[in-house]
């Protein structure tokens, strides 16, 4: 089974950073797609990012200029580094990972990271 592991969160002042990894482990060969998902306080969780295994990305447009999604494939490790960070983007942040085992195909969610943007 891939258990993915997400880091990073914390408590940040508004216009502050934060950068929040994604680290998965298991009989991994390799990883398609990553993605970043949020739930904010009484909101449905929205997807903030997403990046391809040739890293192609895509963004939401409310963090679009202040977000960078990346990623290490050698160490098969996601990657959000969020700028200008904002009240609004404060929520559970969660990692999205889909790609091959040893035993077959997978897509797997992280257990979340809380970030809070607060005065």
């Known amino acids: 089974q891939v258990q993915l592991v997400e880091s990073g969160g914390g408590l940040v002042q508004p216009g502050g950073s934060l950068t929040l990894s994604c680290a998965p482990s298991?009989?991994?060969?390799?990883?398609?797609?990553m993605a970043w998902y949020r739930q904010a306080p009484g909101k449905q969780r929205e997807l903030v990012a997403t990046?391809?295994?040739?890293?192609?990305?895509n963004y939401a447009d409310s963090v679009r200029g202040r977000f960078t999604i990346s990623r290490d494939n050698a160490k098969n490790t996601m990657y959000l580094q969020m700028n200008g960070l904002k009240p609004e983007d404060t929520g559970v942040y969660y990692c999205?990972?889909?790609?091959?085992?040893?035993?077959?195909?997978?897509?797997?969610w992280g257990q979340g990271t809380q970030v809070t943007v607060s005065s």
């Open positions: 999205n990972v889909d790609g091959e085992t040893t035993y077959g195909s997978f897509g797997s």
């Open positions: 298991g009989s991994i060969l390799i990883i398609y797609d």
């Open positions: 990046i391809t295994a040739i890293g192609n990305t």
